[in-house]
């Protein structure tokens, strides 16, 4: 399975920003087994406010209620709560096209055997984000993931803005309002500075505009 779908990605370049397929209770999961037999309907890598769950909110739509998202710290963890049924769904990205294809995830894709039941285009805007009060030209660390970091690489040399690894985008943005400092900020979608009461400082950082991740969604 790993290599059809990466053969699938790697044919399917360049990404666009498209809803190929959405998930709804009725259309993918059996009657015997809907949504409401799970405490959360998909469970995704990242904290929240992270693209993973924005893609996810996204796709997996729920009759009159926004779908219940689990944070998950790890890809392996997103297929353990699927696998255990905590989560209807998992929902992972497979490729980015600045970052390629994500390994981790194919692997356990193929391990796992779950079913590929949809897919999910998301452009990737980057965004500095900061502490209320906080302002562009006090600036001195930017906190992210690694991915994130290099893809805005050019945004932080102009500012002569200290690059800072974190574990998680969206997660990234929670430490630094909860620490207050002025003078660090984070770099994550602008849906994150609303989730933790950040400030965007500046948005649209990436070097390259045409930042797409493809997200699957997958089911046991």
Do not use: W
């Not at 285009?121 to 993931?145: F, K, M, Y």
């Not at 985008?169 to 430490?175: C, D």
């Not at 045409?210 to 699957?216: H, I, K, S």
């Amino acid at each position: 399975m790993m290599m059809r779908v990466l053969r699938n990605v790697e044919q399917s370049k360049p990404l666009e920003p498209r809803h190929v397929r959405g998930v709804t209770g009725s259309d993918v999961m059996p009657l015997h087994d809907r949504f409401e037999n799970h405490a959360f309907d998909f469970a995704y890598q990242g904290a929240p406010g992270a693209f993973s769950e924005e893609a996810g909110l996204a796709v997996v739509t729920i009759d009159s209620r926004e779908a219940r998202a689990l944070a998950c710290s790890t890809f392996d963890g997103v297929f353990a709560a699927v696998e255990m049924g905590r989560a209807a769904l998992g929902v992972v990205p497979v490729e980015n096209t600045l970052a390629g294809p994500i390994y981790r995830v194919l692997d356990l894709i193929e391990a796992s055997g779950m079913q590929i039941v949809a897919e999910y285009t998301l452009r990737i805007s980057h965004a500095l984000i900061g502490c209320p009060g906080a302002e562009l030209d006090q600036i001195q660390r930017a906190h992210s993931h690694p991915v994130a970091l290099a893809q805005c690489g050019r945004f932080l040399a102009d500012r002569r803005i200290e690059a800072t690894e974190a574990f998680d985008t969206a997660g990234a943005v929670g430490l630094v309002v909860s620490s207050g400092s002025l003078h660090d900020a984070a770099i994550a979608g602008v849906r994150a500075a609303d989730v933790y009461g950040g400030v965007v400082l500046a948005e649209a950082i990436a070097d390259s505009s045409e930042n797409f991740t493809r997200f699957v969604v997958v089911r046991r």
